[in-house]
Structures are given as structure tokens and as C-alpha cells.
């Protein structure tokens, strides 16, 4: 994100805007440092082990179905957290740099309503279908790294 701040602080209404960047930033860095230190500190102390991964340390919410369930509402919070990154990193810069490249043709280039609910409707069809081949391939073929053993006996059974 901080590569982008050129691409967001062109919108900005004065140029002074920028600034604030400067401190926002690395004020935001420095929070989410701090609550991995509390969340990893807390985790040694109620797991009795010493980890930063937090899917690791998710993986003991497994006796309830509480546990689960919160589990599960993390587990949803990085996905929204991914899309929300690579969506405003990714699609605000790469649309500046089309419209510098084509701008001659974005000028003259008249596009119907209908045209413009087809492509949303186009958008919104290729998120639930790579949703669905992702969850579909994640379910038949999953990642090993992700598995959770009672014990050393069951890791062995699968390898």
C-alpha cells in the first residue's frame, strides 16, 4: 500500500493531504506490530506454546462450537482484509495507468448503460465462479500445511 500513495494522493483536494501519510502510516505499522505482540504474548500463555502464526494459534479453537465459530469469523476477516488490499492496491493504479496510456480513446468511447450493467454482472459472475473453483479445488485437493494432527501416529498415516 505504501508503494500506491502516489496513485491514492492524486485524488486528494489539497497537496498538504500528503503529508498526513507520514504519520498515518507508520502509526498503523506499529498498532498492528504491537496487537501481534499481545495476540502471540496471550497465545504462550494459554497454549503453552511460543508461535506467531496465527492459523496456528487458530487451530486450537477447536472445542467448542464457540471456538469454531470464531474461528470461522477470522478466518473471514483475513479474506475481507486480502480483497480489500488487493483490490484498492491493485485496481486504483492499474486504471490510472490505462487511462494515461488510451486516453484518446477513453475520451471518445461512449458506453450504454446496458453495457455498463453487463460488465458488472460479468464482475460479479467471475468472483462467485473463482470463488467456487477455488473452494471446489481447496476441498478435493487441500493444502497439507494446513492439516492438524491429534497425533505424531496420524501424520504418518497420511504422508
Known amino acids: 500500500m505504501a508503494v500506491n500513495i502516489n496513485d491514492f494522493a492524486r485524488y486528494a ?14 502509526l498503523s505499522f506499529m498498532l498492528m506490530s504491537f496487537m501481534g505482540i499481545i495476540i ?6 494459554l ?3 511460543t ?3 496465527t492459523l496456528a494459534i487458530m487451530s486450537y479453537w477447536s472445542e467448542s462450537s464457540g471456538a469454531r465459530a470464531a474461528a470461522a469469523f477470522v478466518s473471514l476477516s483475513f479474506v475481507l482484509a486480502q480483497l480489500e488490499a488487493d483490490i484498492s492496491a491493485n485496481c486504483i493504479s492499474a486504471v ?6 488510451f486516453h484518446s480513446i477513453n475520451s471518445s468511447l ?5 453495457a455498463d450493467h453487463l460488465y ?7 468472483f ?9 479445488l481447496g476441498l478435493y485437493f487441500p493444502a497439507r500445511t494446513t492439516f492438524t494432527y491429534e497425533n505424531e501416529t496420524d501424520q504418518t498415516k497420511i504422508a
Open 110 to 114: 461512449a458506453i450504454s448503460k446496458d
Open 13 to 26: 483536494r489539497w497537496t498538504r493531504m500528503v503529508y498526513a501519510q507520514i504519520h498515518a502510516v507508520p
Open 128 to 136: 462467485f465462479s473463482s470463488f467456487v473453483i477455488f473452494s471446489a
Open 40 to 45: 502471540a504474548g496471550a497465545a504462550s500463555d
Open 120 to 126: 458488472n454482472l460479468g464482475y460479479i459472475y467471475g
Open 96 to 101: 490510472n495507468d490505462l487511462n494515461a496510456m
Open 47 to 49: 497454549y503453552e506454546t
Open 51 to 53: 508461535t506467531w502464526d
